[in-house]
Nanobody
Framework: QVQLVESGGGLVQAGGSLRLSCAAS????????MGWFRQAPGKEREFVAAIRYSGGIVYYADSVKGRFTISRDNAKNTGNLQMNSLKPEDTAVYYCALTQGPSFKYGTRDRRSYSGWGQGTQVTVSS
């Protein structure tokens, strides 16, 4: 399994933007789908966005659709999550993860479909 490292989190005012990055080690990044999840204090980890290994199809949670954009650069083994129009309710630790192959075994939004979780990066949005 590849190792993932998230970066780009920080403190931002409501309405601002942040760009998160996910750097992957290994040589199988391009064959794996990538997802972003987030976890707020006292809450369960929830699905945010996902992108298929080819980059041609993306998925978003209703809460972030229209504000967040997921992308990837397979040549650089890197994924990104551009977050615009941030809201206080977006405050959470954000994690990236990969599937073991080109399929979502338990569904696109199910945590069980992903492995190789990164350490997470904190995003705090002030009101």
């Amino acid at each position: 399994q590849v190792q993932l490292v998230e970066s780009g989190g920080g403190l931002v005012q409501a309405g601002g933007s942040l760009r998160l990055s996910c750097a992957a080690s290994g040589r199988t990044f391009s064959s794996s789908n990538m997802g972003w999840f987030r976890q707020a204090p006292g809450k369960e980890r929830e699905f945010v966005a996902a992108i298929r290994y080819s980059g041609g199809i993306v998925y978003y949670a209703d809460s972030v659709k229209g504000r967040f954009t997921i992308s990837r650069d397979n040549a650089k083994n890197t994924g990104n999550l551009q977050m615009n129009s941030l809201k206080p309710e977006d405050t959470a630790v954000y994690y990236c993860a990969l599937t073991q192959g080109p399929s979502f075994k338990y569904g696109t939004r199910d945590r069980r479909s992903y492995s190789g979780w990164g350490q997470g990066t904190q995003v705090t949005v002030s009101s």
